[in-house]
């Protein structure tokens, strides 16, 4: 049986944000796993049947909400468009804004996690993730290139390299394994240290 899809249109837009915000909702109280489409349909306010007129598997809501969390509660706060001229501002910001939402709101982090690890049996998931990361490496290593031409980065950096350094450590540092009190307000003035050029005697 073919489950008819919703037609285009500012009305129909405005309900599937609304069942995207609810599926997020409930993925983050829940799990991943333990989010089901009635108790999702019922937070919009919906049937199942319209959800699924939306969105015909779970695995089509998941998706939307995985984008959602990264672009929507990730990236949106962060503001980086301010700071975008100035790649090392923007880096900074990133990892300071990053780590002040992981201590805040923890649960789109957690999730993120669970659809990382889902991802390894879902191919259309783990495209989305592989997309979104490809251009976070690509952003970072655009900054970190930027900085070496002006000399603020040290040249003998490989730009590409540092920048997966960079996710991998945000990445950890996100997750909020136990560390020493006050190691994340360190972390970006001791990072700009690190890459930071070495100034030329007079």
Do not use: C, N
């Amino acid at each position: 049986m073919t489950v008819k899809r919703a037609t285009p249109g500012p009305r129909s837009e405005e309900r599937r944000q609304r069942l995207v915000a609810a599926g997020y909702r409930a993925m983050v109280r829940s799990g991943l796993a333990g989010a089901r489409t009635r108790d999702i349909a019922a937070e919009a306010g919906i049937t199942v049947a319209t959800l699924h007129y939306y969105f015909p598997t779970k695995d089509d809501l998941v998706r939307a909400v995985l984008e959602h969390t990264i672009r929507e509660r990730m990236l949106a706060p962060l503001r980086l468009e301010t700071d975008w001229a100035d790649g090392l501002a923007a880096l900074r910001t990133m990892l300071t804004g990053l780590s002040l939402q992981a201590e805040a709101e923890p649960g789109h982090f957690r999730l993120l996690h669970e659809m990382t690890w889902a991802s390894r049996e879902d191919p259309a998931m783990r495209a989305m993730l592989a997309h979104w990361h490809d251009d976070w490496h690509d952003t970072i290593t655009g900054w970190l290139e930027a900085g070496q031409r002006e000399g603020r980065v040290r040249p003998d950096l490989d730009a590409g390299t540092v920048s997966a350094l960079i996710i991998y450590m945000v990445l950890g540092m996100v997750m909020r394994p136990p560390m020493p009190a006050g190691v994340d307000a360190r972390l970006p003035g001791e990072f700009d240290r690190l890459l930071a050029s070495i100034e030329r005697s007079p």
